[in-house]
């Protein structure tokens, strides 16, 4: 494909004998195109070139040579030089590319032979899978599948907190109160009363706590019986996980929590040790991070046990040994922030600078309701991942039953639609925003929502199976894509590539997301211009090819987003 920033930085270059790269990057994409396809900000050469910024701009204008095959005439605005390309020669690219890459495109490969090791999803077993946890899922289940798209290896590790003092609660509870609760039918929902029931209740009865600690001891220490009911709890409750996983389509390559190293902790103590990093402080054993502004990170605390921060060091050094990796990512929430500089910088003392400089959180606001309010937090009011799922189904159902009563694969379209408007919704706004959840906006046709870019979609699949045939390549005519609708549409096509690449940059689905929201408008308008099936045939078989481009484009993304990484 062309690359037209290129092509522009080159041509800069030749005038002004600055570096090409520097130049490239210096270009921008105008927020609407009557001011341009590419804008060129002059003023970012004023102290190289020691000229007033329209005075370059309007010798760069002067001396630039085009001939108008890749750049059509450029305009100087103030210190801005805005830049039209070629039409036709945009058409004909982006064309050319469709036909040759196919469901492939927009993806490159500049991952290869890269491992990205994305750390998401990692509920606390025996407490609510919570909505919050939804967040991590999606949003870790996008990013891996954009790193695959740019052709890195993925790797999605389930960090599970199957370990801690949640389990001394459960098991104790449940030997309290095992008759209150109908174990029989419902399991998972009878831990997950116990463990509210338990947190409730020891607020006025400290001993209830400290019958908690002495369980989650004996399980430490390798009692039998306690042993065998936590595994029987993990059993449980990643069986109940797996149904939220199905429905959404989320997969993972291993399930590494951390019980997993519980018993791998002593030689990360042992190497903190050696290279002189531990501290006695009021009993417990810390690194200091005064120096960085950071109050110590806990190693060993003052009972003698290890702590969140050791199991994510001493799973750290795991995964540099398996995937001597090129990034680490963690998408976990916004309140973790200060754990992870923490156990980032616990890991440059360390001597390994190069893997902390590679490790990155990825942190994300709450989930409110539409009045602000955090969804969740009031007592009891705890909301189920899989509740909520099946309630979009459902939803959805009901709006097909009244619109479409007779259409085909009801379910199996109710559930990908109503899973994929939650997923959308979750990954539509910048990350590190609270995520709205509304109903209304959620399963909006019409909004900016993942039930509107699969309406898109699907009017894309039947212009095609209405025609009966996909041009080919050769038989279109570029000439005929012409009006202001279908360039604009191009221009995005055009730009799928850098838009994955952009939202791999900043670990920011939304990027993508926003993206094919634009796409499927801008489409939208182009058909309600255009008649696509028409009497001249030319003109036929180009919109049809267009519709193909932007079919290929929104599945392609789509399947990004809309699905987990399965
Ligand atoms: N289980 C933790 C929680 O729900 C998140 C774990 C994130 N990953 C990690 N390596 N610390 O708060």
């Not at 919050?132 to 599970?160: C, E, Q």
């Not at 000439?479 to 850098?498: C, P, S």
Request: glycine fraction near 6%.
């Amino acid at each position: 494909m062309i690359n037209f920033k290129k092509e522009i930085a080159n041509k800069i270059a030749e005038v002004t004998k600055l570096n090409e790269v520097d130049l490239e990057n210096y270009i921008e994409i105008p927020p609407n195109s009557e001011l341009g396809d590419y804008a060129f900000p002059c003023f970012k050469l004023a102290k190289d070139l020691r000229k007033a910024p329209p005075m370059i701009a309007n010798d760069i204008k002067e001396n630039i040579n085009i001939d108008g095959s890749i750049i059509e005439k450029i305009d100087v605005v103030g210190g801005y030089l805005n830049i039209y390309i070629n039409k036709e020669s945009l058409v004909k690219t982006v064309l050319e590319e469709i036909s040759e890459k196919n469901e492939k495109y927009g993806s490159s490969n500049i991952g290869q032979g890269k491992n990205v090791v994305i750390d998401y999803s990692a509920p606390n077993i025996a407490k609510p899978f919570h909505i919050g946890h939804l967040r991590s899922t999606v949003i870790g289940g996008a990013l891996y599948k954009i790193y695959n798209f740019l052709g890195y290896n993925s790797v999605g590790i389930n960090y599970l907190g199957d370990w801690g003092l949640q389990f001394g609660k459960v098991i104790a509870g449940i030997s309290l109160w095992k008759d209150d609760y109908d174990f029989e039918n419902d399991e998972m929902g009878s831990i997950l009363k116990t463990y509210i029931r338990f947190n409730q209740e020891e607020k006025d009865k400290p001993e209830l706590t400290e019958m908690a600690r002495k369980c989650f001891k004996k399980l430490e220490d390798g009692d039998e019986e306690t042993v065998e009911k936590w595994k029987h709890i993990r059993k449980i409750s990643l069986e109940n996980y797996e149904k939220t996983y199905k429905l959404l389509n989320s997969k993972f390559d291993s399930y590494n929590g951390e019980s997993y190293y519980n018993d791998k902790m002593e030689p990360i103590v042992e190497e903190l040790k050696q290279k002189g990093l531990l501290k006695e402080s009021q009993g417990a054993k810390v690194v200091d991070l005064e120096e960085y502004n950071m109050p110590p990170c806990i190693i060993i605390t003052s009972a003698g046990t290890t702590i969140y921060a050791t199991r994510d060091l001493a799973s750290l050094k795991d995964r540099i040994n398996k995937y001597d990796f090129d990034k680490a990512i963690y998408v976990v929430g916004n309140e973790q922030q200060l754990h992870f500089k923490q156990v980032f910088k616990v890991l440059e003392l360390m001597g390994y600078e190069k893997y902390a400089s590679r490790c990155t959180h990825v942190p994300f606001g709450l989930v409110v309701d539409k009045t602000g309010e955090k969804i969740g937090s009031r007592k009891g009011n705890s909301v189920f991942l899989e509740d909520i799922l099946n309630e979009a189904i459902e939803k959805v159902k009901g709006i097909i039953d009244e619109k479409n009563p007779n259409l085909e694969d009801k379910d199996e379209i109710a559930r990908k639609v109503g899973v994929g408007a939650i997923i959308f919704n979750d990954l539509s706004n910048s990350r590190i925003k609270d995520e709205i959840f509304d109903w209304d906006m959620i399963l909006n046709f019409q909004g900016e929502t993942g039930p509107y870019i699969q309406y898109i979609y699907v009017r894309t699949r039947s212009l095609l199976n209405k025609a009966g045939y996909i041009p080919k390549l050769e038989e279109v005519d570029y000439t005929k894509l012409n009006e202001k609708e279908a360039i604009d549409t191009l221009k995005l096509i055009y730009n799928f590539n850098d838009i994955i690449q952009n939202a791999a940059d900043k670990n920011e689905p939304s990027i993508l997301a926003r993206y094919l929201i634009d796409l499927s408008q801008n489409f939208s308008t182009f058909y309600n211009e255009h008649k696509i099936i028409t009497e001249d045939k030319t003109v036929q078989d180009a919109r049809l090819f267009l519709t193909y481009a932007v079919r290929n484009s929104i599945k392609n993304g789509g399947r990004i987003i809309r699905y987990g990484n399965a």
